[in-house]
């Protein structure tokens, strides 16, 4: 098996699969709020025993509750990506200068980020203050704007949950210079000193501080598989046999899942998974790429999941709160959980219109 750099259209379609899984995890688990039924941020063996519950009580409730308590993994999957699409253009470029690389992406960022917001006050001013939308003003707005909300484990001030991921992301812009600069002065030894160090502070302050801060919500507690992405544009190709493919693949997931039970493998538990899918995502590129309408599918679901994954979280909320309670049947959370994947897609379509129409017309205006 011999791992090639990955294609714009294979990137495209991993974070079609990826927002998917991302959608359907956050429509399904808020049902229980304000209980915690993954290990997303921080362990607690609670979480593993409330999926056994609920599965034990009703089988039929298995694909949900998988979806509920760990579908959160493809969030792994976007900061391998955020990375590898970063360190790409690094790798092009022999002088990238620091603030006008960060300027251009905050900008790239902001743009849908500010389209979203405008979406977020006109479904709140259609349909009501559902869940945390209760939580909307003027202040609340600008803290979840500024990513202030990253440096508090409070929920006090979130008002579109999902939305913890930009100002990880927005944190690695800032330090990508450094990243680089090592890994080019020090080879990949640097890319494993930092994973390690990364894992010791979690290991170390996790606990301590997620009172006050989770560090999973900032991008010191994702920079193994920060590194991952830029190892694999350093590397031309790495080859494996099927079998190794195999062993490490199956190593990855026993030590994932090991990771829900026991707190120590719970700090590898987010990276054994990328690694997993990573290696899981070879075969499945080459089965949707022999479906033309489903890789066509996906493809342009990729090139919108920044709007899915933006918008999921402000449609969830009326719909969770009124249909989608504990006490519903299982059929009653799926039909919630994909219509909120339905539209969610739908309300990134227009709004990537809305932004491709607002860029043309630019363009021609100054051109």
Not at 5 to 21: G, H
Not at 126 to 135: E, N, S, V, W
Not at 217 to 237: A, D, M, T
């Amino acid at each position: 098996m011999v791992v090639n750099k990955l294609s714009l259209r294979d990137t495209s379609i991993l974070k079609a699969i990826s927002i998917i899984f991302i959608v359907l995890h956050n429509a399904l688990h808020p049902i229980y709020r304000p209980t915690k039924v993954c290990n997303e941020f921080d362990f607690s063996i609670s979480r593993i025993q409330f999926f056994w519950d609920n599965v034990s009580n009703n089988i039929l409730a298995l694909p949900n509750c998988i979806l509920m308590a760990f579908g959160y993994v493809g969030v792994a999957y976007f900061f391998f990506f955020s990375a590898y699409g970063l360190a790409y253009k690094f790798n092009k470029s022999e002088n990238v200068p620091y603030w006008e690389f960060v300027k251009t992406r905050l900008v790239k960022l902001y743009i849908p980020i500010a389209l979203s917001t405008l979406f977020l006050l006109v479904f709140v001013l259609l349909f009501g203050q559902y869940g945390t939308h209760a939580r909307l003003s003027p202040y609340h707005l600008l803290l979840q704007l500024a990513t202030f909300v990253n440096f508090t484990s409070s929920y006090d001030a979130v008002i579109v949950g999902p939305w913890w991921f930009l100002g990880a992301i927005i944190q690695l812009y800032f330090v990508l210079h450094i990243l680089m600069w090592g890994t080019k002065k020090y080879g990949n030894y640097f890319l494993l000193v930092i994973s390690i160090a990364s894992i010791f502070i979690l290991m170390t302050f996790n606990n301590l501080l997620s009172e006050y801060i989770f560090l999973k919500k900032n991008i010191i507690g994702w920079l193994p598989e920060v590194s991952l992405g830029i190892y694999f544009v350093r590397s031309r190709k790495i080859e494996i046999t099927n079998v190794q493919a195999t062993v490490l693949a199956a190593v990855c997931l026993l030590l994932y899942l090991l990771g829900n039970v026991y707190e120590f493998f719970w700090y590898f538990s987010s990276f054994a998974i990328l690694l997993f899918c990573v290696i899981v995502s070879h075969p499945v590129l080459l089965f949707v790429h022999k479906f033309c309408r489903l890789d066509d599918f996906l493809n342009y679901t990729g090139k919108i999941s920044v709007y899915m994954f933006l918008v999921n979280g402000i449609i969830r909320e009326p719909i969770i709160e009124l249909y989608s309670r504990p006490s519903s049947t299982v059929l009653t959370h799926s039909i919630c959980a994909l219509t909120i994947l339905v539209l969610s897609f739908f309300v990134a379509v227009l709004l990537m219109f809305i932004q491709e129409k607002t860029a043309a017309a630019l363009n021609s205006g100054t051109s």
